[in-house]
């Protein structure tokens, strides 16, 4: 969306004005009778009418500006903190980057800042930050702040919510702070390098303080409480949670170490009932909290990284459930059928445990909402489920390394919207699965340490038009006898031994940076270029990957294919770590 596009759509009121700099933008936008906009060089004329739109704002005067979500990729005009009127200012998901200007923490006037989700947006928060004594929101979230956070921000005394999650924000914090701020209804910290400690005790700065010590009666109306992926130590006890009634999302899991304790009185505790999200991870859980059990409205649970062994049967009839991750931890024992009572769920992880006996057949069925399906690393036996119905949304499928067999089922084509598929170090038995090709969206498949046999072959209709990357190490296959790398920038030398070093100059046409035995240009007359490890950040999708590794080659097919085949274990292992990141 343009600029002048939400001027089109949004009526200038003496509340609420909207505000545009030239020097945010590089481009000329235009305003006309129509509602369409326009984007093209400026001539003087437009630069003249563009310079009298600007300057009829009555800058002063201006109290708010929103242009959220606008994609704007520049750096912050310094302009802006001469703004002096301005109560409400959202920049929020903009492409903004560069140092966020200093001065816009001294407008005296301010209600609501709001500048989350731009990744590239760097800065400190200074002291100055304790004038604003009418803030009421202070959304930083998922950016590149760093720095300490001042004891100064505590004084803000009508503050109802504040998110400083996913940031560089370092050093102590006493949560004791949190109790000056009396309207505070959402508190987000989680993803920092923040160390939490208690005022009232003298212990290690690292151990979380018990509730009494920090009265949480003065938070009692905090709707959201999430510290995770902080390095905080200690032990939460169930009944000091149990004082924060309107609390709708906790997050205590992910990078803490925490122990979270339901005490002896625990059947007596009334633990809020409206719980949406729970994250309880790395919490040195060993049994399943109870608690859960009452939580009517619970759409999220992350217990990750405990040492849980079961799950009770009551877990199924939470029909509210989105997400059910339980991943890395110690359950034993087979999947309930009464799983597929969880029709609401959209992700699905269990993976890492050590789980027993066959999948329940109904999870490729009962639900047309589960995106992620994740069952990797148990002792699983068996077929996978057989039937996929029609209009699933099912993204992400891992069974690999369980002890599964048979074939792969072809209802797996009703997946339309899969882009992951991971069977890997099982007992497959099958020959290739060329019909997977008709996926319209799938971009990874491993199907490596199995019984895959025969030719691959792929008929013309069968494209696999996004497919990026397709381990088969370690099977039965046959080969390809034709290989099209044309114009895709590969570079560095063309192995020496296996099937590569058999293909002539014409398969790598238009890849000037390769050299190899079977190309006029000669590895040993040319110098190697550095090879260097993918960033771990990187746009699985950028080609940067591909250029720089031969264990992942592009197959060009006349009908279309483009494929990247994985030849060694070692990759498979690092690109499998990228992908988690990734979807």
Not at 42 to 62: D, G, M, P, R, T
Not at 204 to 224: A, K, M, R
Not at 367 to 375: A, C, E, Y
Not at 561 to 573: E, M, T
Request: charged residues 15%; aromatic residues 10%.
């Amino acid at each position: 969306m343009t600029m002048m596009g939400l001027l089109h759509s949004v009526a200038l009121s003496t509340q609420f004005l909207l505000l545009f700099s030239s020097s945010l933008f590089t481009n000329c936008l235009t305003l006309n009778d129509s509602t369409s906009t326009h984007h093209h060089g400026c001539h003087q004329h437009e630069n003249n009418a563009l310079l009298s739109f600007k300057q009829s704002f009555i800058i002063s005067k201006l109290e708010q500006l929103r242009l959220n979500f606008v994609t704007i990729s520049s750096s912050l005009p310094h302009t802006l903190t001469n703004l002096t009127s301005l109560q409400k200012l959202s920049f929020r998901n903009c492409e903004l980057y560069g140092e966020f200007p200093v001065g816009i923490f001294y407008l005296p006037n301010l209600t609501s800042l709001n500048f989350a989700e731009n990744q590239n947006l760097q800065g400190a928060l200074p002291a100055s930050i304790g004038n604003l004594t009418n803030l009421a929101l202070l959304a930083l979230g998922d950016n590149s702040f760093h720095g300490e956070i001042p004891q100064s921000l505590f004084r803000l005394e009508n503050l109802e919510q504040l998110s400083l999650s996913y940031n560089f924000f370092e050093g102590q914090l006493a949560l004791d702070m949190f109790l000056k701020l009396k309207m505070l209804n959402a508190l987000g910290l989680s993803v920092n390098k923040l160390t939490l400690f208690s005022q009232n005790r003298n212990v290690n700065v690292t151990i979380l303080p018990p509730i009494q010590s920090l009265g949480l009666s003065g938070l009692e109306n905090l709707t959201v409480l999430d510290l995770s992926h902080n390095t905080l130590e200690g032990q939460i006890e169930l009944d000091m949670l149990s004082k924060l009634q309107k609390l709708t999302s906790l997050g205590l899991g992910g990078g803490n170490k925490l122990y979270f304790l339901e005490g002896k009185n625990s059947s007596n505790v009334t633990f809020p009932s409206q719980i949406q999200t729970l994250i309880l991870g790395s919490c040195n859980l060993v049994h399943f909290p109870n608690f859960t059990q009452h939580l009517q409205e619970l759409t999220d649970l992350y217990l990750s990284n405990n040492t849980i062994k079961t799950i009770p049967s009551w877990l199924w009839n939470k029909t509210t459930l989105q997400t059910l991750v339980i991943s890395n931890s110690l359950l034993i024992g087979e999947i309930s059928p009464s799983i597929c009572n969880l029709q609401s769920l959209v992700v699905l992880d269990l993976s890492s445990n050590n789980l027993v006996g066959m999948i329940p057949s109904c999870l490729g069925t009962f639900s047309r909402s589960l995106q992620v399906l994740d069952l990797a690393a148990n002792k699983l036996i068996g077929n996978i489920p057989q039937t996929y119905v029609k209009g699933n949304a099912l993204q992400f499928i891992d069974f690999s390394s369980n002890k599964l067999y048979g074939q792969l089922p072809r209802t797996l084509v009703n997946c339309r919207m899969l882009e992951f598929l991971d069977v890997r170090h099982n007992h497959f038995n099958d020959s290739f699965p060329f019909w997977l090709g008709s996926l319209p969206k799938l971009k990874v498949v491993f199907l490596s340490d199995n019984q895959f046999h025969g030719a691959i072959m792929c008929p013309l209709k069968y494209t696999f038009p996004q497919l990026r990357i397709i381990d088969l190490s370690q099977n039965g296959l046959t080969f390809l006898d034709f290989l099209n790398v044309f114009f895709n920038n590969l570079s560095g030398p063309i192995p020496k031994n296996g099937q590569l070093s058999t293909f002539d100059e014409n398969s790598f046409k238009g890849n000037k940076y390769l050299c190899g035995i079977r190309l006029l240009k000669k590895c040993e007359d040319h110098p190697k270029l550095p090879l260097q490890k993918p960033d771990g950040d990187q746009d699985s999708e950028s080609g940067s990957f591909f250029e720089l590794y031969w264990m992942v080659i592009i197959i060009g097919y006349g009908g279309g294919l483009v494929a990247g085949l994985a030849l060694g274990n070692a990759f498979a292992v690092d690109v499998y770590r990228l992908l988690k990141k990734i979807f």
